[in-house]
């Protein structure tokens, strides 16, 4: 069906919640996708970072295609193939332990079942962190907030408070945007959920204010290492420690929103790694499935234990399909080193944007960068228009900023590609 028809019938039966590019994409292979007029774009976007492998990667595709010809749903109430490796490959990198998660995913991709279980089985020296799976990062960041709130009732703590940033994107459910801290997304939606505290990101001395007087009331202060929405912008260490400390020091955890920045985007496994501190609670989602919807919420086995059965559920979340997807992209990038490949290739497009026209800042890490554009270059969202004329997806957070989340296996040609078309755009 064409641009024209699609939008004509959006415009009748869909609810008008997204100001949609005028695009209508039909089929995706690596970097590329096509629009229903066959013209071919360069995709910086990956779905907002959720196209790990890029679009229609063969070994996804068979996976799902393999699954779906034997098994789709058949609720939690049962178990399923592989969904112990998976929680055991994510605990594995969760913990650093990069050889464990490429040995067990090397057992899953030769379908050695009896050698992934015994790799996957956890010694006494092993940091195990246990995983429950959601459908998308507002059902995982919901996860990770009752945990937090359970684990400090059943530990004795008793707080219910959790600290979030302005600035913070973690959902669109009423309590995911009650932790996200920006008035614009909160005040046609109030009376929201209550029991949040905002504090400034790598503003250590408000945090600390905030546990002097709120201490005993606190359960979890939740961060984005890098906070995706709102622009761009990295916690610093300091900032990081601080929230890491000063939960712990009043029985408080710290909650980890990987949702965006986790699953080798940052260069890491986890962007939480970058900082040598670990949270509590993570979340994960988007580039966890290539784009099979799914979500996560991995937690310390201490922790995670607070969680019985009732406390928490999902009717689709940990499908047999999802599994399987999760499964085929964690195995790719572990065994592709990914992590490397995002660090070196995001230092080369960090610093082929600072040397644009109007450039003034480049922020981010591994593959997750924005930059911020002078007052010459007019508003980014048109940038973002004469892009897509040019053959490019990307993104604006704001008037004077673009954000770029390409596919894990952009490689420096396509960065140069997509740096031409930048400068000639600002000039």
Same mark, same amino acid.
């Given at each position: ?14 609810m ?11 089929e ?13 774009y ?34 939690n ?9 998976l ?9 650093g332990?990069?050889?464990? /998660?490429?040995?067990? =995913?090397? @057992?899953?991709r *030769?379908?050695?079942? &009896?050698?992934? $279980?015994?790799? #996957?089985?956890?010694?006494e ?5 246990k ?7 507002a ?38 945007i ?16 209550q ?5 400034t ?8 204010a ?19 929405e ?6 610093t ?5 601080a /929230?890491?400390?000063l =939960?712990? @020091?009043?029985? *408080?955890?710290?909650? &980890?929103?990987? $949702?965006?920045? #986790? ?5 890491k ?26 979500g ?12 019985n ?8 979340g ?6 399987a ?23 080369y ?7 644009l026209?109007?450039v003034i ?27 897509? =004329?040019?053959g ?16 894990l ?8 590609a ?10």
């Amino acid at each position: 069906m064409s641009l024209g028809l699609q939008k004509a019938l959006e415009s009748s039966y869909v609810m008008n919640t997204f100001a949609r590019m005028p695009v209508e994409f039909v089929e995706g292979h690596g970097m590329t996708l096509v629009g229903d007029d066959g013209t071919e774009y360069q995709d910086f976007l990956a779905g907002i970072g959720v196209c790990s492998l890029g679009h229609c990667h063969p070994v996804l595709v068979e996976a799902i295609q393999r699954q779906a010809e034997r098994l789709l749903h058949v609720s939690n109430y049962y178990y399923i193939e592989r969904r112990g490796e998976l929680a055991a490959i994510l605990s594995k990198l969760a913990s650093g332990d990069m050889d464990g /998660a490429l040995m067990i =995913a090397d @057992a899953v991709r *030769a379908g050695d079942e &009896a050698a992934a $279980v015994a790799l #996957g089985s956890p010694t006494e020296s092993d940091q195990i962190w246990k995983t429950f799976f959601a459908n998308s990062g507002a059902e995982a960041n919901e996860g990770a907030m009752k945990l937090a709130r359970l684990y400090a009732k059943r530990s004795g703590n008793g707080g219910n408070t959790i600290v979030a940033l302005r600035g913070s994107f973690h959902g669109r459910t009423l309590e995911t945007i009650a932790a996200t801290m920006q008035d614009r997304l909160q005040d046609a939606f109030k009376p929201l959920p209550q029991d949040f505290l905002a504090c400034t990101p790598n503003d250590v001395d408000e945090l600390t204010a905030l546990f002097e007087e709120h201490g005993s009331e606190i359960c979890a202060v939740m961060v984005e290492p890098i906070q995706g929405e709102s622009g761009v912008h990295p916690l610093t260490p300091e900032f990081f420690k601080a /929230a890491h400390d000063l =939960a712990h @020091a009043h029985g *408080a955890l710290l909650i &980890a929103d990987e $949702v965006q920045t #986790g699953v080798f985007r940052s260069g890491k496994p986890f962007a939480f790694q970058t900082y040598g501190i670990e949270p509590d609670i993570m979340s994960l989602a988007k580039g966890i499935a290539g784009g099979v919807p799914m979500g996560a919420v991995m937690a310390k086995a201490s922790v995670a234990d607070a969680f019985n059965p009732g406390d928490h559920g999902t009717t689709f979340g940990g499908s047999a399909l999802a599994v399987a997807a999760s499964c085929a992209v964690l195995c790719e990038l572990v065994r592709g080193e990914y992590d490397k490949h995002a660090r070196e290739v995001g230092d080369y497009m960090a610093a082929r944007l600072a040397g644009l026209p109007h450039v003034i800042d480049v922020r981010g890490c591994g593959l997750m960068l924005g930059c911020d554009l002078d007052d010459a270059a007019g508003d980014a969202h048109d940038v973002v228009s004469a892009a897509l =004329a040019s053959g490019f997806v990307i993104n604006a957070t704001g008037a004077h900023t673009l954000r770029f989340l390409p596919p894990l296996i952009c490689e420096r040609q396509d960065v140069d590609a997509l740096i031409d078309a930048l400068s000639a755009i600002l000039a």
